[in-house]
């Protein structure tokens, strides 16, 4: 960087006359109007021949003055403004310097010498406030400083068609949760219990330490530290946008009713890209973290065997896996059930014992019954396996935790009781249904 810099100080000092033959043409060409007499393109010239004297002799203002005058005549070229840049600079006015540095890159953003004496008087100048009173956003820049004004002017239809294309591709998700009743909406509300109105400071503080899962312990104190460290640009605040905003959302949620700690993995998708580009000087702390985060996987994967190493016994409360336990022993068990009542199908309010069941068993979709008497879209099985009038005379095997069935066997000709599905897990943790055999659907 300072060998850069010390060719940049160099090349101001030897003056402007690198693009003299580019700008004496330009300000003959770039005039404002066709109808210009020669005399006004001549003007133009003289004064730029002037402007150039002037800077050799050492009177830059008297250089900034001529330069002007060409600029004021209409002409829009990168010469001129690279020279008019050139004499502030040598003015010792960085502000004005800087502000015709980036006319003269916005019309040449190509240009290796107009970038480098850009660079080199924002390294001097610090980002301070220039002459004009206005701070000199380094955001927009950043951006300006690679398009020419045409390539600029077309950004905003080039964000509209960005903007199209994602709505046509999130249409058909649209369409179809219009024509079922927006049951995204509505389970999404039926799960997070937000009609209990109330404040659930232990649920968002479970749902934010969750994030110490879902990311890793050690990635997300990164982020923290990457969301101030990383130098402010258009990039991190779009990044900061799709993971904060995400969060913030969900983080809500779990306050007023409650959220999963996963349903904010979205948000990690940018968290990870602002981690990596803080990483890029720091891979020592990036290889930590994925190691953290490997270790607790394989950790997680083997917890049983190293419990068992250890000489831990697992309980409900030791065993974060329990819930996926016991199903295989259900599934045994409920085909017992199904030999006693051919042809009944399985129904439940419980999308988990659904779920379980038809794996464990192979059930076909048309196996499956949802009880639903609220109407409501709770899962996916209220939505495609609701009981229906076509359903009416059929038989049902329940399976519920309910101990009392009244209010079902009301809509049922015959109910029978049949054995319980029961497994402990552990001896505290007893997975335990009961199985009634409900027949002739009455609708």
Do not use: C
Request: aromatic share 10%; net charge neutral.
């Amino acid at each position: 960087m300072t060998r850069a810099i010390g060719r940049t100080a160099a090349r101001i000092a030897s003056g402007g006359g690198r693009l003299l033959g580019v700008a004496a043409v330009a300000a003959a060409a770039l005039l404002p109007s066709a109808g210009t007499a020669a005399a006004d393109r001549g003007a133009a010239h003289a004064a730029f021949e002037r402007g150039m004297q002037l800077y050799a002799e050492g009177d830059y203002s008297g250089a900034v003055d001529a330069f002007n005058e060409v600029v004021a005549m209409g002409v829009e070229d990168p010469a001129v403004e690279y020279d008019l840049a050139n004499a502030w600079f040598k003015a010792g006015r960085l502000g004005r310097a800087i502000y015709h540095y980036r006319r003269a890159h916005a019309l040449a953003p190509r240009d290796e010498d107009v970038k480098a004496n850009l660079e080199y008087a924002r390294f001097l100048a610090l980002d301070r406030i220039d002459e004009s009173g206005t701070t000199t956003d380094r955001r927009v820049e950043g951006w300006l400083d690679r398009v020419t004004p045409e390539e600029a002017a077309r950004v905003p239809m080039a964000l509209w068609i960005a903007a199209g294309l994602a709505f046509l591709i999130f249409l058909p998700n649209l369409f179809w949760n219009a024509s079922h009743g927006w049951p995204t909406l509505q389970h999404t509300a039926e799960i997070s219990h937000l009609e209990q109105g109330a404040l659930h400071w232990d649920e968002l503080t479970e749902f934010l330490g969750g994030q110490f899962v879902v990311f890793g312990p050690l990635a997300l104190v990164l982020w923290l530290v990457a969301a101030r460290g990383v130098p402010r640009s258009p990039q991190r605040t779009v990044l900061l946008a799709f993971t904060l905003v995400f969060l913030f959302v969900i983080a809500a949620q779990a306050l007023f009713g409650r959220a999963n700690a996963n349903w904010a993995a979205p948000a990690f998708v940018a968290a990870s890209v602002l981690v990596a580009r803080w990483g890029l000087t720091r891979p020592r702390m990036i290889l930590a973290a994925l190691l953290v985060n490997a270790v607790l996987m394989f950790g997680a994967y083997h917890y049983e065997a190293a419990a068992r190493l250890l000489g831990v016994e697992l309980t409900g409360k030791s065993d974060p896996f329990k819930r996926v336990r016991g199903w295989e022993q259900l599934g045994q068990q409920f085909a017992e059930r199904r030999a006693e009542a051919p042809g009944a199908r399985l129904m439940s309010e419980d999308r988990e014992v659904l779920a379980q069941m038809a794996w464990q068993l192979r059930l076909a979709s048309g196996e499956l019954r949802s009880w639903n008497p609220s109407g409501l879209l709770r899962h996916q099985y209220d939505l495609l396996y609701s009981l229906e009038a076509g359903d009416v005379g059929s038989d049902v095997l329940y399976v519920t935790r309910r101990g009392r069935v009244d209010d079902v066997a009301a809509h049922f000709s015959e109910v029978r009781r049949l054995a319980p599905l029961e497994h402990a897990v552990h001896p505290d943790w007893v997975r335990h249904y009961e199985v009634y055999w409900l027949k002739g659907y009455k609708g």
